[in-house]
Structures are given as structure tokens and as C-alpha cells.
């Protein structure tokens, strides 16, 4: 017995050397890819010294004696620290992911590479200023040397991601970064999917009157009516299924309510109290780590920019300089249509277009597969733009027998000179610089907010698409791609683009809010992505004669709700002071504490406190009620809670209160009674998820901030250390937005909001702040993966400045790159 026992503990022991060793060795190969900063390193590529000065929040100053040269800094600086992640944008734009994922990624591919962005990016190129053109060059050139600086001192494959998945990397292109400026469009883009849920909810409804009521317009004078799907497609099956294909971390299509956001305002000097100009931007993106931001400040001929650049891109998107700074949000402008393209029933590779049956464009294209037998596709274009696979948010359920859907796109445009706007940007210096420098660009769109040292404005830059007054859908339902009223007519001008100049309250903001009213075909968008932090913003702009840059900071970090203190009074209103006493332990109990604990609530989405979690539940299992029995498995598409349908249907706006009637039930039920009912199924699934002491409920338990690495954060065990997750404030209407997933099992978790914050000060720019949701290093040994988190999830900001010698009073390293003999 004690020489089995001998032996089993020496077994014991040799594994755990083993497990030890191969976590040292594990560790010892993640932690070749670190970069060094302190160096100096002979290079090819550049005219002069380059010198990077690391802060101490790892913020790169880079200086050099040419632009080209600050642009190579920049383009070794983000494969310094994003290598991954720029690699995957690029593979992810190339439709390579499969290469690398296997099947898993297929679809992906499949769909990137019938949209072609990255040819249409490569031809590109040639269309870009000379100024734009070297940057471009230069910044591949700096992403190259650092990639051949890893290859000769075998530092890791410059990630530790690269030795779990075999991802070879090729050298970087110019057309590489504008390939990545046009994928953002894709992933700030949510007309597509609206396009495909309204005509599928359209199908799904008996009475079209309701369609209005589920998918609102923003408040204001909207359309009156549409015509019914199904009357421009007849023989469509009137019914929905449950969306077929299977949410993918690596998709880059939006879920519906997580294409484009973002905050911005700016105060003019008479509404300053410093007599400066203020500007507050903060974009909402999908949270990840690393964030899609990485801040950089270059020293141009022209001067220093600082800001929130993307990895792969050679300039500061969004940030300031030292005479303007510019902020960007989603403008919501409705560059997206989908075009239902008849087939020849004689020849199928023909289709229908005013003039008659012509053939597509077309030519192969292969897909490599991991560990599986290459995919040969058919790339088809009509003259409205590429056929997409009907897997595409379940296009096919929409799509006629004997036609194909395409789709319009103004990113789709192989001239796109967007690139040199966003470089052009970093040379102006004022508002109206600006303004002109923008003219070209073409998308994603954006609302541009602008303050120069005496002048606030706002423009909103990108194509906007010319659609014909007879438009059969006005761009809102997909349309029969053969009628000659339906396609494109080229381009609106510019300067019919909306522009807010110098506003005479001294105050202008976007939230992603309805710009303006205009009738159609000038309308600019039906599909607006805010109606409701819009108010909030006014109200606090309002209550204060000037401001300063804490009170911009305050209304960033603001966690009130709105939407929770315009609809609780509507969907309690027959419940606060009604029913009888009950005992302990008792649903009719549970429901009076719930109410009690509403009545004294002031509407704020404070981590912290029980009631947001209670009212959240509350309006998502009361939304719920409401649509199952009308859109059946399609009610599983509407996530989130659409504020304007509740309040349409309490309020019994043109007939809504019909919703509150459960069709497939004999009795005919009222709001009150499924308002009560709702509160009911919230607070079982609360009981069932966090326990039934209501007044102990933490909204923060449940609206954790999931930045999650897109590729590890799924790995048993390797997750814990890859992912970062936050307790967090705010909501999905809230000025601090944490939009919800809306998917179950976790419903509230945060995963869509500001990856970016900065405030920017013009009386003294150099006490700007900002700061991103993670940290500048995508490695996960490097300690600054995720040095700005806590600051971020706290509402804390670090110094934006661009005076040289504080960043070396502090740096954390120095690079030289000087040329090589």
C-alpha cells in the first residue's frame, strides 16, 4: 500500500510540473510579443529621426521632421500594440476569416466578399489626394517595419493570438486602411436590417395601421402610410420563423438597436464660462477589448492633433488640435436600399431592369476553408449594386420565388475619396476649414460637431442618396428593382447636406436625435437612432446660463432616465394605489413592494440601486406581451423596448390600445390588466435570476459592461483573463448609454456605449481630457490592457494635452526610429 501511494504521489507531482511548465512556457511565448518602448531601431522608410514619447497612460506623442514620417510613427505604433486586431478588421473586410476560424466563419466570408468592399477599396486608392496617397503609404510602411522587426527577433508573431490560431500576416497595403474606414460602414449601417424587420412585420400584421405603432417614426410630421409588402410582392407567405442563422462574435453586421451612436455637444463662448469654446464627444460602439480606440498624438506640419484614432487608419478620427476640435455621431442618414431584382425565367442569369433583361456582372471567387475543401461563389452585381445571400437577416423569408435582392450603398463607390476628407480634417483650422475639407467625404455617415476658438457648428458629411418622389417605399421597404422610380438618381449636393452654423442660443447637440423635418425625398432619414436622450440633453443644456467642462463631463456620465419617468406614470398609472393588503411572500406583496419602490424613484439608472432592474424587466416582459400574440416567433427580433410604441399604445395613439388585446383569447383584455400582468412576469424572472428581496437588487449585477475579446473571450478558463467585466450605471436611454443585449439569458448585460469620452476646453485646450472603455494594448500580460477600464467604469478622465514636455516629465518609454545607413 505505500509503495502504490509513493507512486501515486510522485505521478501526482510530475503532473503538476508539467501543468506548471506548460503554463511557464505558455506564458514565457505570450510574453515575447510585449513591446519594448525604450529603444532605438534602425529602419527603412522614413527621411529623418522619428521619435515616440510614451506617456504615462501609454498615449504615443509621435515626432518627426515630415508628415509621412509622423504617419509611419503612427503605422508602427498601432502594430506595436494592435496587431490582432488590425489583422482581423482586414481579414474580416477580405471575407478571410475561414482561413483561419474554419466553417464557423464561412457566412461571414461569404457575405464580405459579395459586397466587395475590398476591391472597391483597392481601386480606391488612385482616387485619393497626394497628401493622403503618402500617409497612406507611409503608415503601411511603419506597420511593415514593425513586422519585420518581429520576424527578425522572433518576438511572439507579435500577439499571443497568433500562436493559437496559424494567421499568417502580409505585409500592409494602402488599400488595407480604406478597406477598414469603409467595414465601419458596414458596422455603423442599420437600414439594411430595418428594411428586411418592416417587411417582415409588415407580412406578419393583419391590420397595416399597426406597423406605425411597432416601428415608429420619430416624433414630428412623418410619412402617413406605406404600401403593404405584400401587395408589391403577392404569393409571399404571410408568416415569420425564428432567424436561422446563429449570432457570431465576428460578424460585422449590427444587431438591430447596435449599429451607430454617440453624444456630442458644443458651447459657443457666450455659453462658456471660461469665455472659451467647449466641445463633448463621446461615440458608442460595441464593446470589446481592446477597444476599437486607440488614443495618438501626432505632431504635423500644421501642429499636433490628439484624439481616438482606429487601428489600421493613419489619422485622428475624432479629437482636436490646437485651434478646433471635431466630434462625430452616428447621423442616422438612410444610405442603405434593398432592391427585390427579378429573374429571367428563360435564363437565370439574366435580370430585370427598365430597359429590359441584361446580365449580371459576375466572376468567381474562392474561399479557403480550414481544415475543409475550398468554396467556389459567383460574385453577381445588376446595376443597383451586389446580390447579397439570402441568409442575410433572413432576406429569404422576404424574397419572391424567381428574384434576388440587392442592394444600394453609398460606401459602395470605387472613387470614394472619404480617406483624404478625414486627413484633410486634421489640417483645418476652423470650423469653416473644416466644413469645405469634408465635401468629398462619403461615408459612414456622421454628424461632424465642430468648434473652433470662437465658432461652434455642426455638418453632417457623407453621400446622401437621390431617390425619386415616386419612390414606391420611399426608401423604407425593399422595392422592385426594375422600376425606374425606385433606383437611385445619383448624388444630392453637399451643400443641401443639414448644417447648423452658429447657433444663436450659442448651443447645439446631437444624441443621434431627429435633425430636422423635411419631405421626402429631402428627408434624409425615417429611421432615426434616438428620440428619447434627446430630451435629457436639452433639459440639462438648458438649466445651466453657461458651462464648463465639468458640466460637460456631468452630462456624459448623466444616468437619468427619461424614457423610465415618461412611462412608468403611463403603465402604473391604474396599479400605484390599487389591490388589497397581502401577506408575506406573496405575489400580490412582491408586486406592492415593486410599486412602492417606483413611486419614490426618480428615474436614474444608478448601478447601485434596485429599481432600474425592476422597471427594465417590467417594460421588456410588458413589450413582450404586447407583440407575441400578433408577430408570433418575430416578436423575438424586437430586443429592445421601443419607448414611442409603449407610449403610443397606453396613450391609445390612433387606435394602438388594440395591442393590449390578446388575440388568440376569448375575454377582451385592457392595458391596465396586461401592464399588471407584466409586472407579475418580471418579478418571477427577477425572483428566479437575483432572489425576491427586491429592496437588495443591484441594477449593476445585471448591466455589466461585457468587454469581451472577440476570439478568446469564449475559451474555458482563458476568459477570466481576457475579459473584462464592469458593474455599470446608465441604460439604453440614458445620456450614459449602456445599451442592453436584449438576449437572453443576461438581457441587461452593457454591451454597446462609449469607447470613447473626451471633453475638450478651448480657453485652455490643454486641460482637455478623454479616455477609452479599456486600454491602449491589445495583449493581455501587457498592464496597460486594461489601465483606463476602472477609470472609464468610475467616469474618470486623463489629461489630453499636447505640450511635449509633460508627456516626457512622465514617459513610460521612448522609441527612436532612425534611418537605416
Known sequence: MGLIFRWLLRLAAGLVFLVVAAIALVYYLASQSLPEYNQTLQVDGVTAPVEIVRDNNNVPHIFAASDPDVFFGLGYVHAQDRLWQMTMLRRTVQGRLSEVFGQRTVSIDRLMRRLDLYRLAQQSVGAQDSYTAAALRAYAAGVNTRLTEINDKALGR????????????????PADSIAILKLMGLQLSG??????????????????????????????????????????????????????EADNPLSPLPKRGLAGASNA???????????GTLLANDPHLGFSTPSS???????????????????????????????????LTSSYMDDQDLFIEKLNPDNPEEYLTPDG?????????????????????????????????????????????????????????????????????????????????????????????????ETVAMKMVGAVPRRDAAHQSQG??????????????????????????????????????????????NHISFVWGDT????????????????????????????????????????????????????????????????ALLAEWNGEMNEHLPEPLIYAAWVRALQKRLITDELGPLASEFKHVEPLFIERVFKD??????????????????????????????????????????????????????????VLGEVPVLRYFVNIRQSTSGGDNTLQRGRTSGEDPDPFQNVHGAAYRGVYDFADPDSSVFVISTGQSGHFLSRYYDDQAQLWRRGEYIPMSLDSELARAAAVGITQLVPRP
Not at 455637444?265 to 469665455?275: K, L
Not at 499636433?304 to 489600421?312: A, D, E, H, T, Y
Request: contains cysteine; negative net charge.
Open 653 to 710: 395613439v390612433d387606435g394602438a390600445s388594440a395591442w393590449c388585446d390578446i388575440q388568440q383569447s376569448a375575454p377582451q383584455e385592457d392595458c391596465t390588466e396586461i401592464a399588471r400582468l407584466a409586472l407579475d412576469d418580471a418579478l418571477v424572472w427577477i425572483a428566479e435570476r437575483y432572489g425576491t428581496a427586491l429592496e437588495s437588487l443591484r441594477w449593476g449585477d445585471a448591466h455589466q459592461a461585457t468587454h469581451d475579446h472577440p
Open 191 to 244: 437600414h439594411l436590417e430595418e428594411e428586411v424587420l418592416r417587411a417582415r412585420t409588415s407580412l406578419m400584421l393583419n391590420d397595416q395601421a399597426r406597423l406605425l405603432d411597432i416601428l415608429p417614426d420619430a416624433p414630428g410630421p412623418g410619412v402617413a402610410a406605406l404600401p403593404e409588402y405584400a401587395s408589391m410582392f403577392p404569393g409571399l407567405p404571410r408568416y415569420a420563423t425564428q432567424r436561422k
Open 532 to 595: 428619447q436622450r434627446v430630451t435629457r440633453w436639452q433639459r440639462l443644456m438648458q438649466s445651466r446660463e453657461v458651462h464648463t467642462r465639468d458640466s460637460f463631463i456631468e452630462a456624459q456620465l448623466d444616468p437619468v432616465s427619461p424614457t423610465a419617468r415618461t412611462l412608468l406614470p403611463l403603465i402604473g398609472a391604474d396599479l400605484w394605489f390599487t389591490g388589497e393588503a397581502a401577506p408575506e411572500g406573496t405575489p400580490e406583496r412582491q408586486r406592492q413592494i415593486a410599486l
Open 265 to 275: 455637444w458644443a458651447a459657443a463662448p457666450s455659453r462658456s464660462a471660461s469665455g
Open 476 to 521: 423604407r421597404l425593399p422595392s422592385q428593382g426594375w422600376r425606374i422610380e425606385n433606383r437611385w438618381q445619383g448624388r444630392m449636393p453637399y451643400a443641401s447636406n443639414p448644417e447648423f452654423l452658429s447657433p444663436v442660443g450659442g448651443l447645439l447637440g446631437n444624441t443621434n436625435n431627429k435633425l430636422l423635418e423635411r419631405p421626402f425625398p
Open 293 to 327: 480606440w486607440y488614443l495618438a498624438r501626432m505632431e504635423l506640419a500644421k501642429g499636433g492633433v490628439i484624439g481616438g484614432s482606429i487601428p489600421g487608419m493613419p489619422t485622428v478620427l475624432l479629437g482636436r488640435s490646437e485651434r478646433l476640435g471635431w466630434g
Open 357 to 453: 433583361y441584361k446580365s449580371f456582372e459576375s466572376r468567381p471567387s474562392i474561399i479557403e476553408i480550414k481544415d475543409a475543401a475550398p468554396i467556389t461563389l459567383t460574385l453577381r452585381w445588376t446595376e443597383n449594386g451586389p446580390v447579397l445571400p439570402g441568409t442575410v437577416y433572413d432576406l429569404e423569408t422576404i424574397t419572391p420565388p424567381g428574384h434576388v435582392v440587392s442592394i444600394g450603398w453609398t460606401v459602395l463607390d470605387p472613387q470614394d475619396r472619404s480617406m483624404s476628407a478625414a486627413m484633410a480634417l486634421l489640417g483645418s483650422g476652423s470650423v469653416d476649414e473644416a466644413i469645405r475639407a469634408t465635401e468629398h467625404y462619403v461615408g459612414p455617415s456622421q454628424n461632424l460637431t465642430l468648434a473652433d476658438r
Open 158 to 173: 507579435g500577439a499571443p493570438e497568433m500562436f493559437i490560431f496559424n494567421a499568417p500576416v502580409a505585409p500592409w497595403q
